[in-house]
């Protein structure tokens, strides 16, 4: 049976806790009768000075028996260490689930320039979770709150699929410990569910750049699934190959900061949208031969009309703007590497001194290129979102004290539109406010998403280290950059 959303949101966890300290208790029990059977029979009649056939099979029996008492007692071990496991992940998964259902249900009235509509969520059934708005809007819900309708069905539905997924995992593990045989005890032992999920996840990370999305979604919930210690080792078996699979793609909401110009070709065009296209291609050209390289490149994309997303070089926009390099490393990195090192030193004590690693991600943060310092990204993006993902390690070190470690990237979206109130002003050209929002509600041009990653770098916390430098962007985004035109879908500017 599929599970759905109901059968997550509704799931009594607390029986699960129950039968865990059953087990336990089961466990506990039947150590100290062990304990009895192996110190009083087996001694005594290991020591018992007969001899004969009935000896023998005596012998025989209470080795048997005391062998049958071990293996429920690691039996019962291994069921506990599982339903233990189990409960504290389905508990974590069922909150955030209902958490974030909650969030959707509630909306953000402060948003500003308006407020984000509260969407309704339920069961779309095998598997899937509906989210719809709670506003009936004859022209359908603008930009944003399609992204964040679409934002919440997918996060909430990967959350219905990992609940799937661990309890697909538990019944593996309870089968392996308990075997096929309801007359022999003692099979496969369990600590965790590590021991189910690890080699799962090895086997993916294995894959590298060569993993599909399906799988790549499954790698992402069993490295959150994962605890410290097992997690360490992926690590350290699959680093680059993680990396390649898109370990560290950004979790929290990519949407649009605003409704945007509206909808796309909904308008007829008129003699002087034709007009504003032709000062809009002649204004490519412009920037592209001067120092607005990106803003060129996006407005042409605009132009194009295809609405398909553009990668941002986001190594070159922190280069380029040493406030933006500033915001990140004080809002996604100095702002909270204290408390990373903490948590990780403090998992890394509780797996008695060996390696572990953490996840971390940070929240959205929104930062506004100037027009005055830095023009060709004020004009490319504006405002941009960004955020930090990464992972902390924790390693003994050569003189045996811990090494706290921070591998992570930075990654930057936006959604490149010309909603009401927004021109251009460059030089000669002269595009009056709403202008080059008209080009998409007329079907001339069209919104897109801009997203993109820096390079992962490396660096350790609490010895005062410098955040790391951005790597070298080069000839990125530049007239002389050989593959600007293929992020941009290929073609030449419009000349």
């Not at 069905?153 to 699929?161: I, K, M, N, S």
């Not at 390289?293 to 295809?306: E, V």
């Amino acid at each position: 049976m599929t599970l759905t959303w109901t059968d997550l949101i509704t799931l009594d966890l607390g029986k699960l806790n129950e039968a865990a300290t059953e087990w336990k208790t089961a466990a506990e029990e039947l150590a100290k009768l062990h304990g009895t059977v192996r110190d009083g029979l087996v001694k005594k009649s290991e020591a018992a000075r007969w001899e004969g056939v009935n000896a023998t099979v005596t012998r025989e029996f209470v080795r048997s028996a005391a062998k049958e008492v071990d293996d429920l007692q690691r039996e019962a071990k291994s069921i506990h260490a599982v339903l233990t496991d189990a409960h504290a992940e389905l508990t974590r998964i069922q909150k955030q689930a209902k958490t974030l259902a909650e969030e959707a249900r509630q909306g953000d009235p402060t948003h500003d320039p308006e407020p984000d509509p509260g969407l309704l969520v339920s069961d779309g059934g095998g598997g899937k979770v509906r989210v719809e708005s709670s506003i009936c809007d004859a022209k359908g819900p603008n930009q944003r709150t399609q992204d964040m309708i679409r934002w919440y069905a997918d996060t909430l539905a990967g959350l219905v699929t990992h609940a799937a997924e661990v309890d697909a995992a538990v019944t593996r593990a309870l089968r392996a410990s308990h075997g096929a045989d309801p007359h022999n005890a003692g099979h496969a032992e369990y600590t965790s569910l590590d021991q189910d999920q690890l080699p799962r996840a090895m086997k993916l990370a294995a894959l590298g750049e060569d993993v599909k999305p399906a799988q790549q979604a499954e790698l992402r919930r069993l490295w959150q699934s994962l605890s410290p210690d097992a997690r360490a080792q992926l690590w350290t078996a699959h680093r680059d190959d993680l990396l390649a699979a898109g370990l560290f793609n950004p979790s929290v909401k990519q949407v649009a900061p605003d409704r945007g110009s509206g909808k796309h070709g909904a308008q007829e065009t008129e003699w002087n949208d034709w007009v504003t296209r032709t000062k809009m291609q002649g204004l490519v050209v412009f920037a592209d031969g001067g120092d607005l390289n990106d803003a060129s490149r996006h407005m042409k994309h605009y132009l194009d009309n295809t609405g398909i997303p553009m990668e941002l070089p986001v190594d070159k926009m922190l280069t380029d703007d040493d406030g933006f390099q500033s915001h990140v490393d004080r809002r996604h990195l100095l702002n909270h590497e204290a408390a990373w090192r903490e948590q990780a030193l403090a998992e890394y004590e509780r797996n008695g001194g060996r390696a572990v690693a953490i996840p971390v991600e940070t929240a959205n943060a929104d930062y506004s290129f100037s027009q005055g310092t830095e023009p060709n990204w004020f004009y490319a993006v504006g405002s941009a979102r960004s955020n930090v993902t990464g992972v902390v390690t924790v390693v003994p070190g050569a003189d045996g004290r811990p090494v706290v470690g921070l591998d992570y990237q930075v990654n930057v979206w936006d959604r490149y539109n010309w909603d009401e109130g927004k021109g251009v002003h460059i030089g000669k050209f002269d595009i009056p406010d709403g202008e080059p929002g008209q080009q998409h509600k007329v079907g001339l041009a069209q919104e897109f998403n801009m997203a993109g990653s820096g390079s992962v770098k490396h660096y350790e916390l609490g010895n005062g280290a410098a955040v790391p430098a951005p790597d070298d962007p080069g000839r990125a985004g530049e007239r002389s950059d050989p593959g600007r035109h293929a992020r941009d879908g290929g073609g030449d500017v419009d000349r």
